[in-house]
C-alpha cells in the first residue's frame, strides 16, 4: 500500500528565495527526525496567492510565502492569506536576502537597457538602479528567479535581472554586480503556513526569538472610537501590538 506524499507549496520556479527558504526549513528537519517516515516534497506555484489556495485547498500540507520586506508588507500574499480562513501561519522565519544584477554575458553597466525582476527585489534595489543604471527600463516578473531564466530568450542586447548571485552562477550566467540591495540589514519575512483543523485547538505563531505572536484578523464598525476601544483591551492586559496592517474589504 502506497503511504500518501507529504508536500509543502513555494513560489516557482526552483530556485527563487521562497524555494531555498522552504528546502532549508522543511527537508533538514525530515531527515533528522526519527519519527518520521515521510519525506517532505516541493511543489511549485505561481503565485503567491496560488500558494495559500494550495494549502487552504488541502492540495499541500503545508506552505511558504514571503510576507514582508523592508519595503512593506506582500499585499497579495496577506489578502490571501485573509481570504481563505482554512490557513493559518504556524511560524516566521527572517531570513538575510542579498540581491545580484544578472545577465547573459558580462555586460558593462553603461551597456544595460532593461532589467527585470520581482516588484519586491525591484523595491529593494531601487536607489542603486537610479543611481547606477538610470537610463535602464525596469519591468516587473512574478519572481526573481523567472526573471532570470527568461534572460536566455531574451533577444534584445543588454537585457539583465535581479536575482540570486548562487543560482546564477550554478546555471551559467554573468553576476555583473553583487550586493545591491539598498540596506545591509535587508531581510525577508516569510510565514510557514498549514491547513487548519479545528481539532487542533488555538495555534501560535511562532518566532525566530522562540517566542510566539497572535495574529488577529478584525473587522470593526464604522464608528467614533471602534479603533480606541479594540486597542483598550490589548492595553487593558499588557499586549504588545506589533502591527496594525489596513486592508480593503472589496466592499
Not at 517516515?37 to 503565485?47: F, H, K, N, S, V
Not at 540570486?164 to 553583487?178: I, Q
Request: proline share 6%; with cysteine.
Amino acid at each position: 500500500m502506497k503511504t500518501k506524499e507529504r508536500t509543502y507549496a513555494v513560489l516557482d520556479p526552483p530556485g527563487t528565495n521562497t524555494w531555498r527558504v522552504g528546502i532549508c526549513y522543511f527537508e533538514p528537519k525530515t531527515i533528522s527526525d526519527p519519527q518520521s517516515e515521510l519525506p517532505l516534497c516541493a511543489r511549485g506555484y505561481r503565485t503567491n496567492r496560488h500558494v495559500v489556495e494550495a494549502v487552504s485547498k488541502g492540495e499541500v500540507d503545508f506552505g511558504v510565502v514571503a510576507i514582508e520586506t523592508l519595503s512593506g508588507i506582500e499585499r497579495p500574499a496577506l489578502d490571501a492569506i485573509i481570504r481563505n480562513p482554512a490557513v493559518v501561519p504556524v511560524e516566521e522565519l527572517r531570513v538575510p536576502i542579498r540581491h545580484a544584477l544578472i545577465a547573459t554575458r558580462p555586460y558593462e553597466l553603461h551597456e544595460i537597457l532593461r532589467i527585470g525582476s520581482h516588484e519586491q527585489a525591484l523595491s529593494q534595489c531601487e536607489d542603486w538602479l537610479a543611481t547606477n543604471v538610470p537610463h535602464a527600463a525596469i519591468e516587473g516578473r512574478t519572481s526573481t528567479t523567472r526573471a532570470v531564466e527568461e534572460l536566455r530568450t531574451e533577444r534584445m542586447p543588454g537585457a539583465a535581472a535581479i536575482g540570486d548571485k548562487g543560482f546564477a552562477l550554478t546555471h551559467g550566467f554573468s553576476v555583473l554586480r553583487e550586493n545591491i540591495q539598498d540596506s545591509l540589514n535587508n531581510a525577508t519575512r516569510f510565514l510557514v503556513l498549514m491547513h487548519y483543523d479545528p481539532a487542533l485547538g488555538p495555534i501560535g505563531l511562532r518566532t525566530p526569538d522562540d517566542g510566539y505572536r497572535t495574529a488577529i484578523l478584525v473587522h470593526l464598525e464604522n464608528e467614533p472610537g471602534a479603533l480606541y476601544t479594540f486597542l483598550g483591551v490589548l492595553a487593558k492586559y499588557k499586549r504588545n501590538l506589533t502591527r496594525i496592517e489596513l486592508r480593503s474589504t472589496k466592499r
